[in-house]
């Protein structure tokens, strides 16, 4: 089930798939507004940065509509080359031009009754803009090749993540088309400006992708840090990485890419450290029983869902008050490498076991015992 209110639940389960949100989201308004925006026929501009899910909005308006049951068509401005993106919007004739053998429908009449959704309209060629005014304002259009007009019944829903306001002050978007489609604007907020939901996100890709192997706390932390400039999609992308790519039982903070990893607080990199030096290896605990996480929520909204492995060393802020320089990398240096003599003895020399202790790919391990190696050489007189 998807991670919505109880009363959300009970409209999207009859009308299309929810959107991700919880009770405290941006986007509740904004999904009220879609609700009230699709009962009518109205023009609807979505706007937003790359990977938000300009979409899934779309798709959503369209679901909530009178015109549910006809197709929502969808035509990537950007995607299809110029010289045959006026034939792919209002088909065309035979004879048409060299290749036409037959005549053919265009996404316009595709779209009869339903919805046509142009993503990436600011792609859209300028002598391609003034045809699709005319459709907007006369609701009729000829196909390539023919003169007689075909009556178009659809509605329209756009989208870009260019400033379409900006485009039409350097002249490369027409005034009177970004007017026409400034019926109904909407802007999809960035996923860095909606942090709550990012824990849902995760839980709901990590849902359809089947997986039940439980996340590290630092994991948890890590989503919620991390800045998100690919918003969504970035996220996505994500969770199919860590479910085809992540070899342990447990999702830990070394199978997340390295930009990720620099989102944790520098608390987090710290162990237990009194001084400059650590006298006594580490003590390694087996890996816990994952337990249930649950983000704090109102009592309405459904739980997250994916699990959460319990840290196997408590972070504790090293000592900054003496005055003496710190020499951060070396004593993080020291601090890793004590770690990993204390996970290899631990195991008895079994690098794949110490690897799934420490949290790493045994690959990656072995790299950093190479690397050690050769500095430990390159410093023998």
Not at 13 to 39: F, K, M, Y
Not at 243 to 255: A, F, H, L, M, N
Not at 260 to 281: F, K, N
Not at 309 to 318: G, I, N, R
């Amino acid at each position: 089930m998807n991670v919505t209110t109880a009363s959300e639940a009970a409209v999207d389960l009859r009308r299309g798939p929810a959107i991700i949100h919880g009770p405290e989201s941006p986007l509740v308004d904004l999904v009220r507004s879609c609700r009230r925006i699709a009962t009518s026929d109205a023009t609807v501009l979505l706007t937003g940065e790359t990977g938000t899910g300009k979409e899934v909005f779309a798709r959503f308006i369209h679901d909530q509509s009178g015109r549910r049951s006809r197709s929502l068509v969808p035509v990537n401005c950007g995607a299809i080359p110029e010289a045959l993106l006026e034939s792919e919007l209002f088909g065309h004739v035979r004879g048409a031009f060299t290749g036409a053998v037959q005549s053919r429908r265009g996404r316009i009449a595709a779209a009869d009754g339903g919805t046509l959704f142009l993503d990436e309209i600011g792609e859209l060629p300028l002598s391609l803009q003034v045809k699709l005014l005319r459709v907007l304002q006369e609701r009729s259009y000829e196909p390539v090749g023919s003169t007689e007009p075909v009556p178009a019944d659809f509605r329209l829903v756009a989208a870009t993540n260019r400033d379409l306001a900006a485009e039409v002050a350097a002249g490369r978007f027409r005034r009177d088309l970004y007017y026409r489609l400034l019926v109904c604007p909407i802007e999809v907020p960035a996923l860095r400006a909606r942090t709550g939901d990012v824990l849902r996100l995760f839980d709901h890709f990590w849902t359809q992708r089947g997986e039940r192997r439980p996340v590290e706390p630092a994991v948890v932390e890590a989503l919620q840090s991390y800045d998100w400039p690919g918003n969504v999609r970035e996220l996505e992308n994500l969770v199919e990485r860590l479910s085809v790519c992540s070899e342990g039982p447990v999702i830990r903070v070394g199978d997340l890419p390295v930009p990720l990893r620099g989102g944790r607080p520098a608390a987090a990199a710290l162990s237990v450290v009194q001084d400059l030096a650590i006298a006594e290896p580490p003590a390694l605990a087996p890996a816990p029983d994952a337990h249930a996480f649950a983000s704090p929520a109102p009592a309405s909204a459904e739980p997250i869902r994916f699990h959460v492995a319990s840290d196997p060393a408590p972070a504790v802020e090293a000592p900054l008050t003496d005055g003496r320089p710190v020499d951060l990398p070396g004593l993080l240096r020291r601090i890793e490498e004590t770690y990993i003599d204390a996970a290899l003895t631990r195991t008895g020399g079994n690098k794949k076991a110490a690897a799934d202790l420490l949290g790493l790919q045994r690959t990656t391990l072995v790299e950093k015992l190479r690397r050690r190696g050769r500095d430990a050489g390159a410093s023998t007189p």
